[in-house]
């Protein structure tokens, strides 16, 4: 508009520094990403989408009519997150979406998938429905809104075409079974975290049985590390976080947790991927570089065409980096590494591990 234009043209050479940043920081990730290639990365950077941007973002400062500043994304409640979350990030409305004629999520896909072969798109769910919680009410009291899912899919896959970028989506927590096979159907790779793929009797899906077209992993970024997970230090945080209101949903989670650390004993051992270091018996093994190391290897051999591992377990860090449902609670993505990247892959236990995880992907592929 007019007062936009009057303040470019007023701060030319501002306006200009930061066009200049942005050149830089877009030179600057393809040289990255050509790098990566010819150091044998077939896949080149993997690039992450966020489920939607801040109130104050750029994105809503150019597109008000788009989106829905009186609402926010979020999640209902589960029985990890019994208050439900609220991520605050404003929903765009399918409405205007549509009369948009789509060019703004058409432009979202392309700037994403630019220098880079993946492109993992978080909470996948949101090209279905995305759960809207509006301002000043409780996250459990929000409600699902409802996207145009064929038009988005569509869109999708000729971006990823055009780009040449595999995609992979975040299909987890509460997503209806159909959703996975639909995905799957359109090219979009799964999203397979091995503390989540449980059978119906308690043990836990080896790795093998994964379906091809995903990625596995251990833990996520919005889950606690290795050693957390292990020591119950994330149910502790939430505890003292006030994300665990009840007590009786605590204690349930304690007893579960325990249970579940029981059937990983009982799954590596089983599939040999233990040695005489890592105990049986959950009441007497804790944590350990064995354990560690041992669990990783298991998800090498897996059947998913895609692994992904986490640089904080490789360290044995016990802090997460991101704890979803909290804003001011914790310092989210501001957590350090406990090593640089020279000296993480000088470790010689860390090399060790390098060569196990490759030995188990090699064999896996034939």
Known sequence: NEAVAKFAKKHKKRVQFYMFLQWQAAEQLEKANQAAIAAGMPVGIYRDLAVGVSEGSAEIWGNKDLYCTAASVGAPPDILGPLGQNWGLPPMDPEILYQQAYQPIIDLFTSNMQSSGALRIDHAMGLLRLWWVCQGDHAKEGGYVYYPLEDLLGILALESHRNQAMVIGEDLGTVPEE?????????????????????????????AHYPQQSMSTLTTHDMPTLIGYWHCLDLELGKQLGLYTDDDVLQTLYASRHEDKQEILNSLHGHGRAGDQVGRDVNVTGMSRELNFALQTHMAYGSSALLSLQLEDWLQMDKPVNIPGTFMEYPNWRRKLSRNLESIFADEDIQSLAAGIDAGRQEASR
Do not use: H, M, T, W
């Open 179 to 207: 959703i996975r096979q639909v995905l799957a159907d359109n090219g979009v790779y799964s999203y397979r975290v091995f503390f989540f793929e449980k059978a119906e009797d308690g043990g836990f899906y080896s790795p």
